[in-house]
């Protein structure tokens, strides 16, 4: 969706992932920069029945020779998981992606700086946020729309 609206004109930038647009690190505010890239994420919940073998499938997935074949068929769209992934030779291939090369350093999880809460991952997942934003580009004095998001999360 936000391609078909970027490449129509309709808006002239997204934080969505499109390969061929110029890619640009979000700006900084005052209080430096913060930027969300989804963290990927495993875990064996502590009522999974077969703990051992999990576990052994994470250190296997995990490992450095596995984990790099997926890392590079994601050709910079998903970021490493630590900072040595922002040293791997793939930057060096394609200077279109390279300003997510040292993402892992801004990113934040939602709720940042607070710990993370069901709360913040909802305001993501039911587009709070964006919605909020679009009442105020539809005509909403941006107190009001603030106001809405806040009562969206408090309740």
Not at 103 to 118: D, E, Q, T
Request: aromatic fraction near 10%; hydrophobic fraction near 45%; include cysteine.
């Amino acid at each position: 969706m936000a391609a078909r609206a970027f490449l129509s004109g309709t808006i002239c930038a997204t934080s969505n992932g499109l390969y061929h647009i110029r890619h640009a690190p979000y700006p900084k505010g005052p209080a430096g920069q913060a930027t969300f890239h989804i963290a990927r994420l495993h875990m064996v919940m502590g009522h999974s029945k077969n703990q051992m073998a999990a576990k052994d499938f994470l250190r296997w997935v995990g490992s450095r020779s596995v984990y790099e074949k997926w890392f590079l068929t994601q050709k910079g769209f998903s970021v490493g998981a630590t900072r040595e992934w922002s040293k791997h030779a793939m930057w060096n291939d394609d200077p279109i992606m390279l300003p997510f090369k040292d993402v892992v350093n801004s990113r934040r999880a939602p709720g940042w700086p607070r710990p993370a809460s069901r709360k913040a991952a909802e305001a993501i997942s039911k587009y709070m946020i964006t919605d909020m934003y679009a009442k105020g580009v539809q005509g909403m004095a941006a107190k009001d729309a603030v106001k809405w998001a806040h009562g969206e999360l408090a309740a």
